[in-house]
């Protein structure tokens, strides 16, 4: 299996901040990368796909970039509703894998 | 608006099959790839399988000796069996759809906590 480790595995932020969250994969993946967003009791949320395509409906301060192996994911400016745990996911072999998560909290 | 909805019991004796079903309404089952992930609580996420309408699974090898995914397209729904099941299956359990075209899942049910105890 390939093993994704995100890195932090917890952040803090103040609101306004540019904030980058590292996935590396354990082999290459090529450009099969995505990023998702999870509040508490709620369903993860597809933010970037393809390392770097932004999902309609998802605000532009987030993007993704990345190759490889390694890959971002950047909020250029925080916003109150981006502290949540963020996960990506490699689809590029069965089976997919996430990583452990990496959760952004207010300073 | 494309919704998922997962049902089924939340409690499961040990030993005993999880049985979950998925509903999909506002778009077809057919041309799309239907996962289940699953999250323990306070931890993180785990790709159990998938499902094409057409019936092929791809599932992953942790699990691959106890699960079974089917789909009924008559009813849009797409089902999980995961049996011989332990504490450590305990877990929010989700669908969700891959659309093939990006490799990513795009629409999410809500998710289902299921509990394993006696």
């Known amino acids: 299996d390939i093993q994704m480790t995100q890195s932090p595995s917890s952040l803090s932020a103040s609101v306004g901040d540019r904030v980058t969250i590292t996935c590396r994969a354990s082999?290459?993946?090529?450009?099969?990368l995505n990023w998702y967003q999870q509040k508490p009791g709620k369903a993860p949320k597809l933010l970037i796909y393809?390392?770097?395509s932004l999902q309609r409906g998802v605000p532009s301060r987030f993007s993704g970039s990345g190759s490889g192996t390694d890959f971002t994911l950047t909020i250029s400016s925080l916003q109150p509703e981006d502290f949540a745990a963020y996960y990506c996911?490699?689809?590029?072999?069965?089976?997919?894998?996430f990583g452990q998560g990496t959760k952004l909290e207010i300073k | 608006q494309v919704q998922l909805q997962e049902s089924g019991p939340r409690l499961v004796k040990p030993s005993e099959t999880l049985s979950l079903t998925c509903t999909v309404s506002?778009?077809?089952?057919?041309?799309?790839?239907w996962n289940w992930i699953r999250q323990p609580p306070g931890k993180g996420l785990e790709w159990i399988g998938y499902?094409?309408?057409?019936?092929?699974?791809d599932y992953n090898p942790s699990l691959k000796s106890r699960v079974a995914m089917s789909v009924d397209t008559s009813k849009n729904q797409v089902s999980l069996k995961l049996n011989s099941v332990t504490a450590a299956d305990t877990a929010v359990y989700y669908c969700?759809?891959?659309?093939?075209?990006?490799?990513?899942?795009?629409?999410w049910g809500q998710g289902t906590l299921v509990t394993v105890s006696s």
């Open positions: 996911q490699q689809t590029y072999s069965s089976p997919q894998t």
């Open positions: 393809a390392t770097s």
């Open positions: 082999q290459t993946i090529n450009s099969y």
């Open positions: 969700a759809r891959d659309s093939g075209s990006s490799s990513s899942l795009d629409y």
């Open positions: 506002s778009a077809p089952i057919s041309s799309f790839y």
């Open positions: 499902i094409y309408y057409s019936g092929r699974t």
